[in-house]
């Protein structure tokens, strides 16, 4: 049934770029939610709507009873100024979809269309999650609090991330999906240190808090190099520093932010032990305090090596065996809070390429001039089909 999808590719691209149009940030997602509700409507498929976010959550029953699949995508864009010149550009100042959810909300819809005609065929039921929050990785979470895993109970859950993400010169039309950890955790973490500010002039009358923030920037990069097995990945990275106001004045606070990523749990957890470790007895050392606040994101995405391989071979049949990749030297270091829905249900997360250097969509995630493929947009639509395809008549 997923041969249906190549028919809906023109509708699927002006589909697309409504949604581009109305990027929408974090969990309140009100003109996104109601584009999707609407394009449901017409398909007859019954819904909910979240009560703590702008979530949807979709129900195709089959003819036949059997496994619930659950199909996931997110909805929600980021704060960056579009700069890629599109017609179809956000209407929404100092908003974009720079990650290409967008896409993903249509190619479900697309799937969900395919599959709901074909529902009487299917040997048990299809949920449709459209998620809010991924990029403040509390979208997932929510769903989790709604109950989308219950009522009926998901045997098996999948995702797709389109773009660039692993490699841009993977070439456009590629799905790759491999076994066990395929992304990294991702964490975010906020050291505050405090001294006592006074005129920089007389130094020794007050506590330096930059001097020790300084200091612990710098021992925070010894902790992968030094302190981490070089056989497991992981980053720790500072992304902010904030002090002073004045050249000649030494402030009373410097404030440091920055995120750390890992692909094993016990790594993860590590680095958010020593970050603060490091971190106080270094301000200790000169004087200074450090408040530390580990404002914990998404664990790493581990997908299930059957369901991997389910989704492999699902994919092999819409884009060819050759164009299905199903191993990487290493998991890609970026996260996605996908990683909560693996940990309490079976399933994989995948990716599909829309890298095109020609077309000049091979710029990165979460940049201005980020734009996609659209010409893969089927692909996305007929990979979910031939998975929930494949597992249901698989489980019947």
């Known amino acids: 049934m997923w041969e249906d999808c190549k028919a809906l590719q023109n509708d699927l691209v002006q589909l697309r770029r409504k949604f581009h149009q109305i990027p929408e940030l974090g969990d309140n997602l009100p003109e996104t939610q109601a584009l999707v509700c609407a394009e449901l409507d017409k398909m007859g498929i019954p819904y909910t709507k979240n009560k703590i976010d702008s979530g949807v959550i979709g129900l195709i029953k089959g003819g036949r009873p059997g496994r619930v699949i659950a199909l996931r995508a997110d909805m929600d864009g980021l704060p960056i100024t579009e700069e890629t010149g599109v017609p179809y550009a956000s209407k929404h100042e100092g908003r974009m979809h720079a990650c290409g959810h967008d896409n993903h909300v249509t190619m479900l819809l697309g799937a969900a269309k395919v599959l709901n005609d074909h529902k009487s065929e299917l040997a048990g039921s299809v949920k449709?999650?459209?998620?809010?929050?991924?990029?403040?990785?509390?979208?997932?979470?929510?769903?989790?609090?709604?109950?989308?895993?219950?009522?009926?109970?998901?045997?098996?859950?999948?995702?797709?991330?389109?773009?660039?993400?692993?490699?841009?010169?993977?070439p456009s039309g590629k799905v790759i999906v491999t076994p066990g950890c395929c992304m990294a955790s991702y964490d975010h973490f906020v050291l505050k240190v405090t001294g006592v500010g006074c005129h920089g002039s007389t130094p020794e009358k007050g506590v330096d808090p930059i001097v020790a923030a300084s200091n612990i920037v710098l021992a925070l990069e010894e902790i992968v190099a030094r302190e981490v097995a070089s056989t497991k990945p992981a980053v720790v990275t500072i992304g902010q520093i904030h002090a002073g106001f004045a050249y000649n004045v030494i402030p009373a606070e410097v404030v440091i932010e920055g995120t750390t990523r890992a692909v094993e749990e016990s790594v993860r957890q590590y680095l958010g032990r020593r970050i603060g470790?490091?971190?106080?007895?270094?301000?200790?050392?000169?004087?200074?305090?450090?408040?530390?606040?580990?404002?914990?994101?998404?664990?790493?995405?581990?997908?299930?090596?059957?369901?991997?391989?389910?989704?492999?071979?699902?994919?092999?049949?819409?884009?060819?065996?050759?164009?299905?990749?199903?191993?990487?030297?290493?998991?890609?270091?970026?996260?996605?809070?996908?990683?909560?829905?693996?940990?309490?249900?079976?399933?994989?997360?995948?990716?599909?390429?829309?890298?095109?250097?020609?077309?000049?969509?091979?710029?990165?995630?979460?940049?201005?001039?980020?734009?996609?493929?659209?010409?893969?947009?089927?692909?996305?639509?007929?990979?979910?089909?031939?998975?929930?395809?494949?597992?249901?008549?698989?489980?019947?």
């Open 128 to 170: 449709l999650i459209f998620q809010t929050g991924e990029e403040s990785c509390t979208g997932s979470q929510n769903m989790l609090k709604e109950g989308v895993l219950e009522n009926p109970g998901v045997d098996a859950i999948f995702g797709m991330h389109i773009g660039s993400i692993l490699d841009p010169d993977i």
């Open 277 to 396: 470790e490091i971190a106080e007895n270094i301000a200790a050392s000169y004087r200074a305090k450090c408040e530390y606040k580990m404002i914990w994101g998404a664990a790493p995405v581990v997908n299930d090596p059957a369901m991997a391989k389910l989704a492999a071979e699902a994919a092999v049949k819409v884009v060819g065996r050759d164009d299905v990749i199903t191993s990487r030297p290493a998991p890609n270091m970026a996260g996605e809070d996908f990683a909560y829905y693996l940990m309490k249900c079976p399933g994989a997360f995948m990716f599909l390429s829309s890298s095109d250097h020609a077309k000049h969509t091979d710029y990165p995630h979460h940049c201005s001039k980020f734009n996609v493929d659209e010409s893969v947009l089927w692909k996305g639509s007929a990979v979910f089909v031939s998975i929930a395809e494949d597992y249901l008549k698989k489980q019947a």
